[in-house]
């Protein structure tokens, strides 16, 4: 199974500051597509994951453009330009390469 | 507006059967793969299975493999869980989510707000 990983697990943040999330994985997520099946999730409390960016780069509709994902292999890196307040919750990567299709641990984001 | 909507879940007990089933409306449900995932509160999502758009693959965790079955009906727009021999460590709640892209698996671009099985004598 891919394994994986996620830093750091807690991110305290502050309004309109940038952010970062770093994801890696065992084994590399680049197909023979040359996609990168990593896609990035925010939980918000007490709501179902949502859908921020998928195959590495690409942004979700309707997610705002503050966000952004960037990397390939496995290293990858989640960015919020200007973090807001509604951007708390819990931040996952997901592995799409293979099943099992799995998760890294997650980083809680809050103000 | 594209929705998932899970039914089925509550409480049983060990050793016995549930099966889950998700309605899903506003795509054309049979040109996407389509996913069961399943949280326990506090914890992270965990991929459950999945099943490709003509049922042609189904996929399953370690966990289940064996006791659980992913189906679908594209007549119905409609997916299912077939759980048996459940576990106390089943417990969790499950949704069922929608394929980003129509080809294999991709990740999941739309979730359901989840049905919660407890499992539990």
């Known amino acids: 199974d891919i394994v994986m990983t996620q830093s750091p697990l807690s991110l305290p943040v502050t309004p309109g500051e940038p952010v970062s999330i770093s994801c890696r994985s065992s084994q590399s997520l680049r197909h023979s597509d040359e996609y990168n099946y990593l896609n990035w999730y925010l939980q918000k409390p007490g709501q179902s994951p949502q859908l921020l960016i998928y195959?590495?780069?690409h942004r979700a509709s309707g997610v705002p453009n503050r966000f952004s994902g960037s990397g390939s292999g496995t290293d990858f890196t989640l960015e919020i330009s200007r973090v807001e307040a509604e951007d708390v919750g819990v931040y996952y990567c997901m592995q799409a390469l293979q099943p099992p299709l799995t998760f890294g641990p997650g980083t809680k984001v809050d103000i | 507006e594209v929705q998932l909507v899970e039914s089925g879940g509550g409480l049983v007990q060990p050793g016995r059967s549930l099966r889950l089933s998700c309605a899903a409306s506003g795509f054309t449900f049979n040109d996407y793969a389509m996913h069961w995932v399943r949280q326990v509160p506090g914890k992270g999502p965990e991929w459950v299975s999945g099943?490709?758009?003509?049922?042609?693959?189904?996929n399953y965790a370690d966990f289940v493999e064996g006791r659980f079955t992913i189906s679908r009906d594209n007549g119905k727009n409609s997916l299912y869980l077939q759980m048996n021999s459940l576990r106390p460590e089943d417990t969790a709640l499950y949704y069922c989510?929608?394929?980003?892209?129509?080809?294999?698996?991709?990740?999941?671009?739309?979730w359901g707000k989840g049905t919660t099985v407890t499992v539990s004598s």
């Open positions: 989510a929608k394929d980003i892209s129509s080809g294999g698996y991709s990740g999941y671009d739309v």
């Open positions: 099943i490709y758009w003509n049922s042609g693959r189904t």
């Open positions: 195959l590495g780069s």
